[in-house]
Every structure is written in C-alpha cells, then in structure tokens.
C-alpha cells in the first residue's frame, strides 16, 4: 500500500524519472503515510468498537423480549387463554431467530475487531521500527563513520606530510619559535648560574 501512495505521489509530482532521495526523507515519508493508515484504522477501530456495544444492547434486548413473550405464553395458559398464548410462543420462536441473528453479528463484529487490533498492533510494530531506523540514520548523519575519521586524519598527515598546508607550516614556525625562546631561557638561565 505504501509503494502504491510513494508511486502515486512521484506522478503527482511530475518527476519521470525518480532521482536518489535522502534517505531520512524517504524514511520520514513512511512514517508519515504509515502514521496516516494507523490513524484510519484507529477511527476504524472506534466504529467497529462502537457497532459491537449497538450490537450488544440488540442482542441483550432481544433475549429479554424473547424470555418475556415465554412468561407471556405461561401466564395465558394460566388464565386459559390458548390462543394469546400460541400467540405469544411465535413471537417467541421469531425473536429466538432474530437472538441467534444478532449473536452471530455480534460474534463477527468481535471477531473483526480483534483483526483491526492485530493489525494496529503489527502497523505500530512496523512503525516503531521505522522511527528506530530514522533515528540510526541521523546518528549516522549527525557522526561520521571511523572510517571516515580515519580517511580525514590519514588525509590530513599526508598533507602535513607533503607540506601542502599553511597550517601546518604555521604550527611548525610557531612550534621552532617556542622552542628556539625556550632553548635561549636555558642558556641566559645556565649563565647566571655560573
């Protein structure tokens, strides 16, 4: 789904050829399209959540009225009312159909709830992934490799080396200065001596 919006939107974009993207944005770009369908499936979620309450308060309703409509039936027979009571005893037998209709929406609708959950929790899995992945590259980013520490000290040796730098020819004047100032304090030092 990702590849399809990431397809969608270098279209959008009018780019024809796709150039090498920074890494960091391709990244944050997922986070974001990723962050979207988490929130989708959240609001999802809630729907789903609510339709199995709505569900619930049918179903308790309806065996209710079915246990009532049986009680119905009971007190006609009491008082020799056949007919109310057959009466009764269909309704009842229509609104046990009717429980058994509602119990299975309802065991679905928990059914497909507890996949919306699964699959937040595999989304949120993915996305936390992501953001550790997104926080690598910008250590990466943010620290240069030993390696490349070790190319710019070995490069600047070899320009030290060669003499290629004015600092290093600066640091080595200033260097023999301090040196040649010291050696003189030496010397004026060992003559008062004597």
Do not use: C
Request: a negative charge; charged letters at 35%; aromatic letters at 4%.
């Amino acid at each position: 789904m990702l590849w399809i919006n990431r397809l969608k939107r270098l279209f959008r974009e009018g780019e024809e050829h796709p150039q090498a993207e920074d890494p960091l944005h391709m990244v944050d770009d997922l986070l974001d399209e990723l962050n979207s369908e988490l929130e989708d499936m959240k609001i999802s979620l809630n729907k789903q959540v609510a339709a199995e309450k709505r569900l619930k308060r049918r179903l308790d309703e309806a065996k209710v009225d079915s246990l009532q409509r049986e009680k119905d039936a009971r007190h006609f027979l009491a008082e020799g009312d056949d007919d109310s009571a057959r009466l009764a005893l269909i309704k009842k037998e229509q609104l046990d159909k009717h429980v058994q209709e509602i119990a299975s929406l309802y065991a679905g609708a928990q059914t497909h709830k507890q996949d919306i959950m699964q699959h937040i929790n595999e989304q949120m899995a993915k996305y936390e992934h992501l953001q550790q992945k997104k926080n690598d590259l910008q250590m990466k980013r943010n620290f240069p490799s030993p390696s490349a520490v070790n190319d710019i000290e070995e490069a600047m040796i070899v320009e030290e080396a060669s003499g290629n730098t004015d600092l290093g020819q600066q640091g080595s004047d200033d260097e023999n200065q301090r040196v040649e100032k010291t050696l003189e304090e030496l010397k004026r030092s060992i003559k008062n001596r004597n």
